[in-house]
């Protein structure tokens, strides 16, 4: 079984997976991905099919990456897939190759030492795409990685493509990439966010879910400096977990700080419970779900 990785261990040479259920987590990955590289000096693609480049780059910069600047110097290109990947033609595998390769060589020539690339692959869900063209593709990728130059990440949507294609899929990558889960139930996920880097948290919370909420709080104060909790899907919280949550704030020195994102409801919880009293913590809240 291969081991899921997270963005910073994803780097020249790599051809990765991601599937997600979760459109904020994958979005989260690909924010990872696009920031780390441009802090790497690499020329960065993003093909995107379920959400639009203006949308794409209203939610990158939502997540601390700065698309504007990368993309008015040429670093950064956020485009449709079918008006890239896809090409004006027929779609076949050895066309898409084509793509990929033209790419990777105006990067060269544009002096960047490494291209990253990111595509949504939901277009071979539809009758135009073809699913055996996107199974042909992935396998004829290989010679491209060989000098170390291209990243990159396919990703798939579990709900649009069936368990034969994804399981083909996860065997055709030699990495896969996916969000680190503390906890998996209809009611509740926990997970970690990779940017802004912290914990992200859906659903129902209450003590029952104590263990594993000190769990990933511990491990964020670890990893992240100024760690970012989002709750803006949470429905519900109790006072005991809300109590951990400020407890852990409570720990952090003065040159530190814990954001908590929020909507109303939660955010009183955590006012009942002392957030308030705590300096290292801000308590943000959203009017609108992510």
């Given at each position: 079984?291969?081991?899921?990785?997270?963005?910073?261990?994803?780097?020249?040479?790599?051809?990765?997976?991601?599937?997600?259920?979760?459109?904020?987590?994958?979005?989260?990955?690909?924010?990872?991905?696009v920031?780390?590289?441009?802090r790497?000096g690499?020329?960065?693609?993003c093909?995107?099919?379920?959400?639009?480049?203006?949308?794409?780059?209203?939610?990158?910069?939502?997540?601390?990456?700065?698309p504007?600047?990368?993309?008015?110097?040429?670093?950064?290109?956020?485009?449709?897939?079918?008006?890239?990947?896809?090409?004006?033609?027929?779609?076949?595998?050895?066309?898409?190759?084509?793509?990929?390769?033209?790419?990777?060589?105006?990067?060269?020539?544009?002096?960047?030492?490494?291209?990253?690339?990111?595509?949504?692959?939901?277009?071979?869900?539809?009758?135009?795409?073809?699913?055996?063209?996107?199974l042909?593709?992935?396998?004829?990728?290989?010679?491209?990685?060989?000098?170390?130059?291209?990243?990159?990440?396919?990703?798939?949507?579990?709900?649009?493509?069936?368990?034969?294609?994804?399981?083909f899929?996860?065997?055709?990558?030699?990495?896969?990439?996916?969000?680190?889960?503390?906890?998996?139930?209809?009611?509740?996920?926990?997970?970690?966010?990779?940017?802004?880097?912290?914990?992200?948290?859906?659903?129902?919370?209450?003590?029952?879910?104590r263990?594993?909420?000190?769990?990933?709080?511990?491990?964020?104060?670890?990893?992240?400096?100024?760690?970012?909790?989002?709750?803006?899907?949470?429905?519900y919280?109790?006072?005991?977990?809300?109590?951990?949550?400020?407890?852990?704030?409570?720990?952090?020195?003065?040159?530190?700080?814990?954001?908590?994102r929020?909507?109303?409801?939660?955010?009183?919880?955590?006012?009942?419970?002392?957030?308030?009293?705590?300096?290292?913590?801000?308590?943000?809240?959203?009017?609108?779900?992510?």
């Amino acid at each position: 079984m291969t081991v899921p990785n997270v963005t910073d261990v994803v780097g020249p040479g790599d051809h990765a997976c991601l599937t997600f259920t979760d459109g904020d987590e994958r979005l989260d990955l690909v924010a990872a991905f696009v920031r780390d590289g441009l802090r790497a000096g690499h020329k960065v693609v993003c093909w995107t099919d379920a959400i639009d480049p203006d949308g794409l780059a209203m939610q990158l910069a939502d997540r601390s990456v700065r698309p504007g600047a990368a993309m008015r110097r040429g670093q950064l290109r956020l485009s449709p897939v079918s008006d890239s990947l896809l090409g004006a033609g027929a779609v076949t595998a050895a066309a898409m190759v084509d793509v990929l390769s033209d790419e990777l060589d105006a990067a060269t020539k544009e002096g960047y030492p490494g291209l990253r690339i990111t595509a949504d692959m939901a277009w071979a869900t539809r009758p135009v795409g073809g699913v055996e063209e996107l199974l042909a593709f992935e396998t004829k990728l290989t010679e491209l990685f060989a000098d170390g130059r291209l990243c990159l990440i396919c990703q798939y949507d579990r709900e649009r493509f069936d368990a034969v294609t994804l399981a083909f899929a996860a065997k055709a990558h030699p990495k896969t990439v996916a969000a680190q889960v503390y906890h998996e139930h209809p009611l509740l996920r926990i997970c970690r966010q990779y940017s802004q880097p912290g914990i992200r948290i859906a659903g129902q919370l209450d003590y029952r879910q104590r263990d594993v909420l000190e769990q990933a709080l511990g491990e964020s104060l670890r990893l992240d400096r100024n760690p970012h909790v989002n709750l803006t899907r949470l429905e519900y919280i109790d006072g005991a977990c809300a109590g951990v949550i400020v407890a852990a704030a409570m720990r952090l020195p003065r040159s530190r700080r814990m954001t908590v994102r929020c909507q109303r409801l939660v955010a009183t919880v955590l006012d009942l419970v002392g957030a308030g009293t705590a300096p290292s913590l801000r308590v943000l809240v959203s009017h609108e779900q992510r």
